[in-house]
């Protein structure tokens, strides 16, 4: 009992140790939708359910998802991806937003954001639409543009870190957002980042990145080592082929069970001569059909011999290929995962390691893989062992797979799993300045690192939140000190502040990405720097951080100067004029004038 409670602490101490770290996602961002409806009766037209909607879910998928775990785990994540200008890449945007998630996505109109759309019934998926399609290729200007967004935010990375060399995350699903441009430029710019873990549905098209990890599934692993291995040769044994089919499908099977189809012949029976497949899969059973000859498997690109199916899962012979899988794809690690039933992991030592999951409803299991990759990739990052990664990997997969919908693995959920206490300090969000000093004490004592900004905030707009959600992701906790009504009078003039102080900093306290709000009388937070000596001190502006004015305080106090750039959003002067005009000139001509351009400027958070 006491060995098991000694190797929980271990692993969060692993957890514990990959706060912070900086991590680039780049490739196929998607929008997840869940339309939630119930059916009490078919309809009049066809034997078909009428479905009455009762409820939509709207969440982050493909790479998006995989960067809203990192983020929700602990590190830093930042996304890089081709984002179209549509309600789907609206709705992308809000998802990264709310979860933390630094979004550098690069926008491409005429190009629309990749949709998965499921309908359910009685918790059943019904049907899944999807929109998006490898054929949306990126044109050489949104190629350029996305190649700019990877350089600019790996620096943006590494200057947050310190100098830290950032992780990259290579999400490739076919979609079109990394196309021989960008995968050659991740090639050759491979030595700016310390680890690299890539997730694609095709292997061979990454030759040359060298990385750290790679997390096939079982099918996408089958795939490569058909196209290393060439045609199917005669069997001589109990020996498993495989053979590339012409075409991948690129959104295809991403399990398969090896074996005999039900009603299926044996290879070597001469007496039998049927063209077509032996045996459809049957409904429960984990098998697939095999073609008349015993060899090919039907629509999978994997050809075995029946001779070794009986008997043979997708564990051994994963196992059996590990050290074939990292020789094609240069990696230090392959982690093959295996749907709900877990995983084999091997490294450069030459041993397995088996993982094991509990099956769920396939409904449950949407974006797990996303979960193992960012745990795996942020345990590697923090210099973890491969079997103390492979354990948390698997245990964040797993405890995500509770309900209906695309997984997120949060760090309080992963650290509770290991009977680890979380979050032990609690204080009101809204605090005077006499107090801040003994709260910030003893956050200190308890290892956590203080994040420190400062604005008027007076009509708060979702470039704020946006701001704050940004900069709340730089450290364990944001105070936010928000100007007097005074001091925001001597500032911006004698009309402002619009919202008295109390509002502002209710509002404020409000945000889930702030923990405490204080206010301060001075035009300048110097004295609240003073007192609270911020690790980082975050300002909004497209400067750099030598520019700002407090920047000497801080770092004499040994704190970090962060700024982070414009978000695009109305900024607050234009939404108070916009209500003014609207209030000075009601007539229906209003409606028809030019917009303001102020509108869609790129603001700051004061």
């Not at 009986?310 to 590990?322: C, I, K, N, T, Y």
């Not at 698997?394 to 650290?415: F, K, M, N």
């Amino acid at each position: 009992m006491a060995g098991a409670a000694a190797e929980q602490r271990r692993l969060a101490t692993v957890v514990e140790s990959w706060l912070e770290r900086p991590v680039l996602i780049v490739g196929d961002a998607m929008l997840d939708e869940w339309r939630f409806a119930d059916s009490d009766r078919l309809c009049r037209e066809a034997p078909a359910p009428v479905l009455t909607l009762r409820r939509r879910i709207s969440a982050a998928g493909g790479a998006a998802n995989t960067a809203v775990n990192v983020a929700a785990l602990g590190g830093r994540a930042v996304l890089v991806a081709p984002v179209g200008a549509d309600v789907a890449g609206d709705e992308l945007h809000d998802c990264l937003d709310r979860a933390g998630v630094w979004d550098r996505t690069v926008n491409q109109p005429g190009r629309p954001t990749p949709v998965k759309r499921r309908m359910l019934a009685g918790n059943q998926i019904l049907l899944r639409e999807d929109s998006g399609d490898p054929d949306d290729a990126l044109d050489p200007e949104g190629v350029t543009r996305l190649l700019t967004a990877l350089s600019c935010a790996t620096e943006e990375l590494r200057a947050a870190a310190g100098g830290e060399a950032p992780t990259l995350v290579v999400c490739d699903y076919g979609l079109g957002a990394l196309p021989a441009p960008v995968r050659a430029w991740l090639v050759e710019q491979r030595e700016r980042y310390a680890t690299v873990a890539l997730d694609a549905h095709d292997l061979a098209d990454w030759r040359g990145l060298a990385p750290t990890v790679v997390t096939p599934s079982f099918a996408e692993a089958t795939r490569l080592l058909a196209r290393a291995g060439g045609p199917t040769r005669p069997t001589a044994g109990n020996e498993l082929h495989l053979e590339h089919p012409h075409g991948d499908p690129a959104d295809g099977p991403s399990e398969l069970t090896v074996g005999a189809a039900p009603g299926g012949v044996r290879a070597d029976d001469a007496t039998v001569d049927r063209p077509g497949p032996v045996g459809e899969p049957v409904p429960g059973e984990d098998r697939v059909a095999l073609t008349g000859d015993g060899l090919s498997v039907t629509g999978t690109g994997v050809t075995v011999n029946t001779r070794a199916g009986e008997g043979v899962d997708r564990a051994v012979l994963a196992e059996s290929r590990l050290a074939e899988l990292r020789a094609h794809t240069g990696a230090d690690v392959v982690a093959v995962t295996l749907d709900t039933e877990g995983a084999v992991v091997g490294g450069a030592d030459g041993e397995p390691r088996r993982s094991h999951s509990t099956p769920v409803p396939a409904s449950h299991a949407v974006g797990a893989g996303d979960a193992y990759l960012a745990a795996m990739t942020l345990a590697l990052a923090a210099d973890a062992p491969l079997p103390t990664a492979a354990q948390l990997a698997q245990l964040a997969a797993t405890i995500t797979v509770s309900d209906t919908g695309t997984c997120v693995c949060r760090r309080e959920d992963l650290l509770t799993a290991l009977d680890q206490p979380t979050e032990t300090i609690t204080h009101p969000a809204l605090v005077g300045g006499d107090e801040l000093d003994a709260i910030v004490a003893e956050y200190r004592e308890a290892g956590r690192s203080v994040v420190f900004t400062n604005g008027c905030f007076d009509v708060l707009h979702r470039g704020h939140v946006r701001y704050l959600e940004q900069a709340r992701a730089l450290g364990d906790l944001l105070i936010v000190a928000v100007n007097s009504d005074g001091s925001v009078r001597r500032l911006k003039g004698p009309d402002r502040p619009v919202n008295p102080v109390e509002d502002r900093g209710a509002l404020l306290a409000a945000l889930a990405c702030v923990d405490h709000v204080v206010v301060f009388e001075e035009d300048s937070p110097a004295a609240l720097i003073e007192a609270v000596r911020p690790d980082i001190y975050v300002k909004g502006g497209d400067y750099p951080p030598e520019l700002v004015p407090e920047a000497p305080l801080v770092r004499r106090l040994g704190g970090q100067v962060h700024t982070l750039g414009y978000v695009p959003d109305r900024s607050t002067s234009a939404i108070i004029e916009r209500i003014r005009s609207h209030s000075q000139d009601p007539s229906p001509a209003t409606n028809e004038r030019e917009p303001d351009p102020s509108l869609s400027s790129r603001t700051r958070a004061s």
